[in-house]
């Protein structure tokens, strides 16, 4: 089965900075695509990035980047020039490319950006 | 834009009464999803719909069972709710095969069993 590990409950970020959050995954499928989802306080859950493993070049949105190590089974999110808006749970998620697409979630990072 | 709309933000029931949380997507996806979502656990599948009256069970299905009689619609049904079903649920939908993967998600609702 796979798993999918956040391993910092919280984070904290000055605003204009830059903060990374990581992920780690755990998989025994070549193909399958990974995910940043973020989650506003009392808000619906938005798709921050999306990474296929089959790419080598990095996903980037933006101010929002991955690091993204197959090898490793690493994704990690950076983002730059932080926003007061960026302040969410934020959740790694990984999908399989066959199946019935059922995602795995990792268990979320809060960051908190202090003005 | 995709929209996935939840029944209810907050619900108070009570221990044993049977409670149904319902979810309808505009957008035409094959794929429904229910989530259940507590601190420190992140999200974890319940239910899953890949088409019209079919299901699947999840990580984590006793005590719920779902209803798929149209495509837009997927219920979360708590046959007999107990203190430990209290939660934030939410509900997402995504396209079918040979698409991004990407999930929309509802608003959820939090629901409170006393």
């Known amino acids: 089965a796979q798993t999918v590990t956040q391993s910092q409950p919280e984070m904290s970020v000055q605003e204009a900075e830059t903060v990374t959050l990581s992920c780690t995954y755990d998989t025994s499928e070549s193909d399958y695509y990974l995910f940043w989802y973020k989650q506003p306080p009392s808000r619906q859950m938005i798709l921050v990035i999306r990474q296929e493993a089959y790419k080598q070049q990095n996903a980037t949105e933006n101010r929002f980047s991955v690091n993204f190590q197959k090898a490793a089974k690493s994704f990690s999110l950076k983002i730059s020039d932080s926003q007061l808006g960026d302040a969410a749970m934020y959740f790694c998620a990984y999908v399989g490319s066959g199946g019935y697409q059922k995602v795995t979630f990792g268990t979320g990072t809060k960051l908190q950006v202090i003005p | 834009d995709v929209k996935v709309t939840q029944s209810s933000r907050y619900l108070v029931k009570r221990t044993g009464e049977k409670v149904f949380l319902e979810c309808v997507q505009d957008?035409?996806?094959?794929?429904m999803f229910w989530y259940r979502q507590d601190p420190g656990l992140g999200l974890r599948l319940i239910y899953f719909s890949y088409d019209v009256k079919m299901k699947e069970k999840g990580d984590i299905p006793e005590g719920y069972s779902v209803s798929r009689e149209k495509k837009e619609r997927f219920s979360l049904i708590l046959e007999s709710a107990s203190t430990n079903q209290t939660s934030m649920y939410l509900c997402?939908?995504?396209?079918?095969?040979?698409?991004?993967?990407?999930?929309?998600f509802g608003p959820g609702t939090r629901l409170t069993v006393t």
């Open positions: 957008m035409d996806h094959e794929n």
């Open positions: 997402a939908s995504s396209p079918g095969q040979a698409s991004s993967y990407e999930q929309y």
